[in-house]
């Protein structure tokens, strides 16, 4: 065994490695075995820190695209004022509006497609560095819908599980094995090469407008008026989803946080109401948070020109939009001045 | 529970640590009794299914074998035989045939719901079909005739004929196992042995990357496109298409190597079932290299007695022989006519290179090899790629719409969402088909997977999963093949 024991760290010398596996013929199945894959394990584990060392490099260097503005909203922002949520924030709230209206400076933390635990862990994240001033939340119908997907898109925090500890309670939320998966150093840049590649290129900013975190839509809406049922749209909601909510709230609060929950204008007439957004209503009330309803503005309702498509306004809506909430914003400064 | 989770990878390694510590003789005990569990884990009452099949095959073999009287044994073995196959009609084939009376007499599948509830209720199951059904009642007759063709024995262990039929790592999607290449093993005294060990876990790792990284990769481009065809110009559903092809093959063989990989961890052997068909020449090499336990199976229980009997046709009573073979066996993937286009499809290729086999040949003179093979190999591709379109479809109409929108729909840039998705599916094909071509043409040149320098092989199956951490997708769905 001593034999045995003095090649598998002899990595160098691979032929003196395939005579030592060779004497091991003597020893029996299992042992050969064992010692085989412990020396296979040893081998991967060097690869996989390694290339999860360059992974991480590189990803941390980048310096345009999605991956960045997470990075960015994270590790970098000091603003005053945030803005999260999904695409309904990403694409409606510019920021240089509520900057030039309030005299506060502004960072758009929203992304596309991700669900409450993606902003609830970006807010862990911010917290642990500064305490902004202000943070608006944009609230939309569905929030707290029950969907795998929502669960799966929490891929996108891994590479920050072994960097913010805080982050962890929300990231291993994703599956029950995702703490064992997260030992791996390459694991967490899953699917990630090619956005980190390009990442570290000027592309993205060729690709599209990114005014801090705002992306604006140029399309211009053509769909007839309609009205939703918004009480007939049943579906089951995610009591994780709720809990994560809850503590944004929480912890906004306890950092002494201005917060508002803001619901964005919204193309279609809305007939009753929405399961989520009831019990988002319900939950700001219970807490006494300021919860500003624009999805029944009458400017935006049904006016094809503001909106890209039925639930994200476009440019032109955006800029109203955004001074319409910088001005709620400067109201309520002045009034908890006075 | 799919071979991809984490789950498996628990119950698997319980089963074969315990699997090693027994005593040979009570081994198969064991593994009857985990592939029950494997079984039950997604629907615990359809194993009633499952136990009633393997008692009927049992108790029907021992009494075909026995029976002194030809005609006795004849009827037992006709009426085993059936109850089968009723078993396989009844679970995935009696809503498809009650639609087709009642649209017959003039009434959907539609009106029927809207006659009310007791009408529909009796008349429609709504029940999803046990899980390996086709493979289960395939292997179970095959037993069955090759006992009355005196082939085989009787097996007289019922422990060891439903290990053979239930056998975990096989079970949902094959290979389909003959009773004389499977029974004999779980007999046999198997040592531990590090190079079954060994061997198997490469075929996992394969798999595993050809599953993750190739199949679930290029599901999700498939599904935007081939889901969403109205949506999308020709360009993008000929890409979709392709990709299609490459994740059907990824998928299924990824499955298999799997399946192999983890019968082989446990001393078992199962038998091969693919053999580098996308670098096959014609349609009909295609089928001796895709699927071929099925194929086979076919080919030895279907498409020879039927030749046989209509040999006095000639040529004509080969093509009817293979032309039905091919529609059952298209029908055998499911419930729909979409399967029984794609057979078809398959059949009426026969047919054509079965016919024109002697010019093909006279024109394979004429021009250089690899032309001819270059030639060949995208034909074969693109004609199967095609035969998919019907496969994939939910409904004849769904792929009519598309194979008139590759002709008809043109203009516009080919539908990218995510470049990155793009260039991980591109990446993908590329290695994958570098590594197959590589085992095709040049395995006698070198080899890393098979290296005898234990560093370089083992480095390759480093990179092999590093590859899968970087581009596997971990939120795939289920194989493919797990529906029929």
């Given amino acids: 065994m001593t034999e045995v024991n003095l090649f598998i760290f002899n990595f160098d010398y691979s032929q003196s490695i395939e005579m030592g596996f060779k004497k091991l013929s003597a020893v029996n199945g299992y042992q050969h075995l064992l010692i085989k894959t412990g020396a296979f394990i040893i081998l991967a584990f060097i690869a996989d820190f390694f290339v999860g060392g360059i992974f991480h490099y590189f990803y941390f260097k980048q310096s345009s695209g999605w991956e960045y503005r997470t990075k960015y909203s994270i590790e970098d922002t000091r603003a005053d004022v945030l803005i999260f949520g999904a695409s309904r924030a990403q694409q409606q709230y510019n920021p240089d509006y509520i900057e030039k209206k309030t005299g506060l400076t502004c960072y758009n933390t929203g992304r596309d497609g991700e669900p409450v635990f993606y902003y609830y862990g970006v807010l862990q994240g911010v917290l642990k560095r500064y305490t902004p001033k202000i943070i608006i939340l944009d609230v939309e119908n569905n929030v707290f819908r029950e969907s795998q997907d929502s669960y799966d898109r929490l891929s996108i925090l891994l590479p920050y599980y072994t960097t913010h500890p805080e982050m962890r309670p929300v990231i291993e939320l994703r599956s029950p094995f995702e703490k064992l998966k997260l030992q791996s150093r390459v694991y967490p840049f899953n699917s990630m090469l090619f956005k980190i590649a390009i990442g570290n290129t000027d592309f993205n900013k060729k690709r599209f407008e990114d005014i801090k975190g705002y992306v604006p839509l140029t399309g211009a809406l053509d769909e007839p008026i309609r009205t939703v049922d918004l009480s007939k749209n049943k579906y089951a909601v995610d009591t994780n989803k709720i809990n994560c909510y809850k503590s944004f709230i929480n912890d906004c609060l306890k950092a002494n946080i201005k917060l508002y929950l803001v619901c964005s204008p919204y193309f279609f007439r809305a007939v009753g109401e929405d399961t989520s957004m009831q019990i988002a209503k319900e939950i700001a009330k219970e807490r006494k948070v300021d919860f500003i309803d624009f999805s029944k503005d009458k400017l935006f309702l049904s006016n094809s020109k503001f909106f890209d498509d039925t639930i994200h306004v476009n440019v032109s809506g955006s800029e109203i939009f955004s001074n319409k909430v910088a001005d709620t914003l400067l109201s309520k400064i002045n009034s908890n001045a006075r | 529970m799919i071979f991809t989770s984490l789950n498996f990878a628990l119950f698997f390694l319980i089963v074969a640590v315990i699997n090693y510590l027994l005593p040979v003789k009570y081994r198969y005990i064991w593994l009857l009794g985990a592939s029950i569990y494997f079984y039950m884990f997604t629907s615990p009452i359809y194993i009633l299914v499952a136990a009633s099949i393997v008692l009927l095959t049992y108790y029907g073999g021992i009494e075909i074998e026995k029976q002194g009287d030809k005609k006795e044994s004849f009827r037992l073995y006709v009426f085993t035989i059936i109850a089968n196959v009723a078993f396989l009609i009844f679970f995935k084939y009696t809503n498809f045939f009650t639609s087709i009376v009642f649209d017959t007499i003039n009434f959907s599948r539609q009106k029927l719901l809207h006659a009310g509830p007791p009408i529909a209720n009796s008349l429609l199951v709504n029940i999803a079909a046990p899980l390996g059904i086709s493979y289960l009642t395939f292997q179970a007759i095959g037993y069955l005739i090759e006992i009355k063709r005196g082939n085989h024995p009787a097996e007289k262990k019922l422990g060891h004929l439903a290990t053979f039929l239930l056998f975990f790592p096989k079970i949902i999607a094959g290979p389909v196992e003959r009773a004389h290449h499977f029974l004999p093993q779980i007999s046999e005294t198997k040592k531990f042995e590090y190079s079954n060990v060994s061997t198997g876990l490469k075929l996992l790792v394969w798999g595993l990357f050809k599953k993750l990284v190739v199949a679930d990769r290029l599901s999700i481009y498939v ?218 043409y040049l395995d006698h040149l070198f080899t890393f997977s098979d290296n005898k320098n234990w560093l370089i092989r083992n480095c390759y199956y480093c990179m092999l999963l590093l590859i899968i951490l970087i581009a596997g997708v971990f939120d795939g769905g289920e194989f493919i093949y797990f529906q029929f």
């Fill in chain 2, 223 to 440: 599904n935007a496109v081939l889901g969403n065809a109205d949506h999308h110009n020709g360009l993008t559903l000929i890409t979709g298409t392709i990709f299609y092809v490459f994740q059907m093959y990824a998928d299924f063989s990824g499955y298999t190597d799997m399946a192999l990989g983890l019968a082989k961890i446990l001393g078992f052997d199962l038998v091969q079932n693919f053999n580098r068909p996308l670098f096959a020449k014609s349609v009909t090499e295609f089928w001796r290299k895709w699927h071929i336990s099925l194929s086979t199976w076919f080919a030895d229980y279907f498409y020879n007695p039927i030749a046989v009997a209509k040999r006095d046709w000639g040529s004509w009573g080969i093509v009817y022989a293979f032309f039905l073979t091919f529609v059952v066996l298209g029908f055998w993937h499911g419930a729909n006519w979409t399967f029984i286009v794609f057979g078809a499809l398959q059949g009426l290729a026969l047919t054509i290179e079965f016919f024109t086999r002697k010019q093909r040949k006279y024109i394979r003179k004429k021009i250089p090899s690899l032309a001819n093979s270059i030639a060949g190999i995208l034909f074969t591709v693109g004609y199967f790629g095609f035969s998919l379109i019907f496969f994939r479809s939910t409904s004849l109409k769904e792929a009519f719409i598309i194979i008139k929108r590759i002709f008809t729909a043109r203009g516009g840039a080919i539908y990218i969402e995510n470049p990155s998705i793009i260039l991980f599916s591109i990446a993908s094909i590329v290695f994958f088909m570098l590594v197959e071509f590589k085992k095709e």
